[in-house]
């Protein structure tokens, strides 16, 4: 895999400074880690535990995202950052503390935890999701404007549900997101669905998208970043889940998205695109996770680079070209 001549697929804006490392001389590997992983350690705030499962997006001449930090009351809760070039984090000492949309959504803002954010920019403004504790797990929605003052909306869905991941424009004049309906523990199931609304507060139309397969992924599934547009579909970077005889494994693979009913799948990779292999995704709180959450994207080159948790106690980061990933994910699809 080093034919980065291949058609540019991405739509979307250039990003010329997004993070990036070239291939190493000699890796086949379709999506190749950073070197400098960790990017994010574990004690990077005087009051955390770890810092992991975590989004970012360009803002301003840099970036800027929402990190899931656990504290030391192994609190799980989200937290503001900002960079210059998507590897050094300056973050938040405080949790995102959300103020209510509107008068009704005040009923609903009291703190349980929060984690699993993504991130996207969406018309006007950044909207984030993640999994909100309200009863049970839920799907947390709310946005900012400058990474500093957060509102929180409605949530999207009733407990228990994880992994809501919107999509980064409306679809057929709707806005649209994946989850992954759960339950209240460490769920040992899980597809993920498609919905759609009118407004970001009443969520409908679901519809079911692709579930556990086999391999690394038989145990469950969830969406990972925001899927990419690309002129072959919506490429959708997913994490699964094997139940090995000690424990979850956690990796993430690829999967193509039909561009105007993105519950129907076009392609779907079968083997992993990254596995739990290096010391940092295999040794830390919870062993064995690869947790993607987030990708910057350089439509211009094609060039990716995927933020992921490690081991549920760091950030890493990898780079993959977008052409290659559809590549495989059509090469390899047992579709
Ligand atoms: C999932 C989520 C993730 C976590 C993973 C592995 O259920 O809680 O935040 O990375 O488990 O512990």
Redesign the pocket.
């Known amino acids: 895999m080093v034919d980065t001549k291949m058609e540019q697929l991405a739509v979307g804006s250039p990003l010329p400074n997004l993070p990036w490392e070239d291939r190493p001389t000699g890796n086949q590997d379709v999506v190749w880690r950073s070197q400098r992983n960790p990017i994010i350690p574990r004690d990077l705030l005087p009051i955390s535990n770890s810092i ?2 975590s989004a970012v997006v360009p803002y301003e001449d840099g970036f800027a995202g929402v990190f ?1 930090v656990d504290d030391k009351c192994r609190t799980m809760q989200i937290h503001s950052g900002r960079s210059l070039d998507g590897i050094n984090w300056t973050l938040s000492e405080d949790r995102i503390q959300f103020l209510a949309h509107d008068d009704r959504t005040k009923q609903i803002l009291d703190f349980e935890h929060n ?2 954010p993504r991130v996207l920019w969406l018309e006007d403004r950044y909207y984030v999701t993640w ?1 909100n504790g309200y009863h049970g797990p839920t799907i947390g929605v709310g946005y900012t404007h400058d990474f500093e003052t957060f509102y929180q909306m409605e949530n999207a869905f009733q407990p228990f549900n ?1 992994n809501g991941v919107l999509f980064p424009r409306k679809i057929d004049g709707k806005y649209a997101m994946l989850s992954r309906p759960s339950d209240n523990g ?2 040992p199931f899980g597809d993920i669905f498609y919905s759609e609304s009118p407004d970001m507060v009443h969520w409908g139309v679901h519809r079911y998208v692709m579930g556990a397969s086999n391999g690394w992924q038989a145990t469950k599934i969830g969406a990972g970043p925001i899927p990419i547009e690309t002129s072959e579909g919506w490429l959708l970077i997913y994490h699964g889940v094997l139940t090995s005889c000690n424990g ?1 494994v ?1 990796s993430f693979g690829a999967a193509l998205l039909d561009l105007d009913e993105p519950w129907r799948v076009i392609a779907r990779g079968e083997p992993y695109l990254l596995a739990p292999q290096a010391e940092y995704e295999r040794t830390g709180d ?1 062993p064995n ?1 690869a ?1 993607p959450c987030a990708a910057l994207v350089d439509a211009a080159t094609d060039r990716i680079a995927i933020y992921y ?1 490690g081991a ?1 106690t760091v950030v890493a980061l990898a780079f993959a070209y977008v052409n290659e990933i559809v590549d495989f994910v059509k090469s390899n699809s047992a579709l």
Do not use: I, K
């Open positions: 992991f499962n899931r984690y699993d999994c994880r460490h769920t979850f956690y919870v996770v947790f948790g549920d």
